[in-house]
């Protein structure tokens, strides 16, 4: 009778482990890796994007506040006077019609751009008249396909208008002076509108944890709203290990591989020239990075919180360590520094706690006269081994 008993306690031990062990399996995520995706997807580049053009058109028109709008022939016209009313984010009466808009033109008479006025149009050209003196909250948010501003006025009064934070992408714009407005919406409107169909240069694919991009041109840029981020972020973020940039791109675009907090390898073609802001912030995988020397601009935020970078050699030919490049990578030990760096930016190694080594491919004189800014202490304690050869 006992027998049978501990028989029957060890049967039942038995199969209450089997069923733990089995829902302790089926609970367990597992990694999306399992979903690999082997089609091949094709995007635009960023010059497959100044040419480009959507074919939709809409014709549509209101008012808010003071101010009148119409879309017609993939152009928006601005007009009515005083200011044009702040809006929320999305929350500009035309943002539903924002993608068949190529060209913007603000008639003389109105005197404020509203906060997120245009955000996330993608127009190529804009007319600005000499009556504007001042732009809204991130009123040009991710206007990534603006090139040209044509403003009715000179440049000195251009210099007087006020521009609100978060329109970095329409100072970087090339800025046209012209005599009138009227000269500046027919300028405006024919540079939008001369722009083609949208050709498909780059692709990606997955296979297994590897995301590939290959094919040529530059690499468009993203941001982190869900609206406008890599295509291949929502659902490869957490299962890509390793990162093939193949020959012929020749950029990583912003925000391209942000948050892929798994990814620990990177390859770069011998094509890549440029690695763009916050490209691969918070991959908080990746241990080491050697850059290829034909790179010569890393933008600003690129590795920052890295935190478990050790190493990073950084390419011949870069000029400037952007601003919080690799702000708290703080696990970070030593930075390889090619001589041609002339200008380490602010807080580029801020919070880099463990950074205790310099290996500079120039000479001590040389390494003087690079300009060191605030933020980056590390940096300048650090044993320095000058003329590495490495």
Not at 35 to 56: I, K, N, R, W
Not at 279 to 294: D, G, H
Not at 304 to 332: D, E, M, W
Request: net charge positive.
């Amino acid at each position: 009778m006992h027998t049978y008993s501990r028989r029957c306690s060890k049967a039942f031990l038995l199969l209450l482990t089997v069923v733990l062990l089995a829902q302790f399996f089926l609970m367990t995520e597992i990694p999306a890796c399992a979903a690999s995706d082997s089609q091949v997807h094709y995007m635009s580049s960023e010059e497959d994007l100044q040419e480009g053009e959507t074919e939709e058109d809409y014709q549509a028109s209101g008012s808010s506040g003071s101010i009148k709008w119409s879309l017609s022939d993939h152009v928006l016209t601005i007009s009515g006077s005083g200011k044009m009313p702040n809006y929320a984010s999305e929350q500009a009466p035309w943002y539903s019609y924002r993608h068949a808009i190529k060209a913007v033109v603000i008639r003389s008479g109105v005197t404020h751009v509203g906060s997120y006025a245009f955000k996330h149009v993608p127009m190529y050209a804009i007319s600005i008249p000499a009556s504007v003196k001042s732009l809204g909250y991130k009123s040009f948010a991710y206007t990534d396909r603006l090139k040209s501003v044509y403003y009715g006025g000179k440049k000195t009064k251009w210099s007087k208008v006020k521009i609100g934070f978060g329109n970095s992408l329409l100072r970087t714009s090339t800025v046209h002076y012209v005599k009138s407005a009227k000269s500046a919406a027919a300028l405006a409107k024919k540079n939008g509108l001369k722009q083609s169909t949208p050709k498909k240069s780059l692709r990606w694919s997955v296979s297994g944890t590897t995301l590939t991009i290959s094919g040529s041109g530059s690499m468009q840029n993203y941001v982190s709203d869900p609206v406008a981020t890599a295509p291949w972020h929502a659902r490869y973020a957490n299962v890509i290990t390793r990162v093939v940039i193949t020959g012929g791109v020749t950029s990583i675009g912003n925000y391209a591989f942000y948050d892929f907090t798994r990814l620990s390898s990177i390859s770069l073609a011998s094509t890549v020239k440029q690695i763009g802001v916050r490209a691969f912030y918070r991959c908080t995988s990746l241990k080491a990075i050697a850059l290829p020397n034909t790179v010569t601009t890393i933008r600003k935020n690129a590795f920052q919180n890295c935190y478990n970078l050790t190493a990073a050699v950084l390419p011949r030919g870069l000029k400037t360590i952007s601003s919080y490049c690799f702000n708290q990578c703080s696990n970070l030990r030593v930075v390889t520094i090619p001589a041609s760096v002339t200008s380490i930016e602010k807080e580029a190694f801020w919070h880099c706690y463990k950074l205790s080594k310099v290996n500079y491919k120039g000479s001590q004189s040389q390494w003087k006269k690079v300009t060191v800014k605030t933020g980056n202490q590390k940096i300048k304690n650090a044993q320095k081994v000058y003329n590495y050869a490495h």
